[in-house]
């Protein structure tokens, strides 16, 4: 069976600090990834997807990044945080081209706290 | 562009009673549209789908191309129901969904 995983489970940054959240997926190949935050009151944003590695799609300008350096690993990565950058990040995955109507499996997020 | 609205943030109803969670939507093509569900302290997973036309614990959706719609409901609602909804669209094409802003729902015993 497919299971999806990431940590850290919560973290706690000064600003100005790097970030490296990992997302990993085990039982399936190739799938497609995707990252979310989801900020209180502003539901889940679609921040990164990735239909395979190398292939990085970004939905919103920020000073965040993501990358996908092996099959089934996802990274979301920040040079310097920000306070805005506090929030709950979600990886998700899907079946290969089938993003569009096979369902989403959630990873169980990390927590962020940019202080 | 494509956009999901869900104008209720927060809504409470009494165990037993009726509970409809609004969801409305903007595309112009052929949108398959999902509800997701988030039970305290467990993942964000799918409740259901329009395409599927089924029941999920009770729940049914029917999508209304006219009114833009996609409200989600439920006749006898449970305390086990509380969670946190998100109503989602996929437009044609594309491989990756749009959420609307979520609706927390609390079942009052």
């Known amino acids: 069976s497919q299971t999806i995983h990431q940590w850290p489970a919560t973290l706690v940054q000064p600003v100005g600090s790097p970030l490296s959240l990992e997302c990993t997926v085990e039982g399936t190949s190739n799938p497609n990834l995707y990252w979310y935050r989801q900020a209180a009151g502003r539901g889940l944003q679609l921040l990164f997807y990735s239909v395979g590695i190398g292939q990085i799609s970004s939905e919103v300008p920020q000073n965040l990044s993501a990358s996908r350096p092996q099959d089934r690993q996802f990274i979301l990565s920040s040079k310097k945080l920000l306070l805005s950058d506090s929030g709950f990040y979600l990886c998700?995955?899907?079946?290969?081209?089938?993003?569009?109507?096979?369902?989403?499996?959630f990873g169980p997020g990390t927590r962020l706290t940019v202080l | 562009a494509q956009r999901v609205t869900q104008p209720e943030k927060l809504l409470s109803v009494f165990k037993g009673a009726p509970v409809e969670l609004k969801c409305n939507y903007s595309y112009s093509g052929s949108p398959e549209l999902f509800w997701y569900v988030q039970y305290s302290r467990q993942r964000l997973q799918l409740l259901l789908r329009h395409i599927s036309r089924e029941s999920i614990k009770g729940f049914t959706a029917d999508l209304n191309k006219g009114e833009t719609s996609f409200h989600l409901k439920k006749p006898f609602a449970q305390e086990e129901d509380s969670a946190m909804y998100y109503c989602a669209l996929v437009s044609s094409g594309a491989q990756k969904l749009v959420f609307g802003q979520g609706t927390r729902l609390t079942i009052n015993p």
């Open positions: 998700a995955w899907t079946r290969t081209g089938t993003g569009r109507r096979d369902t989403q499996y």
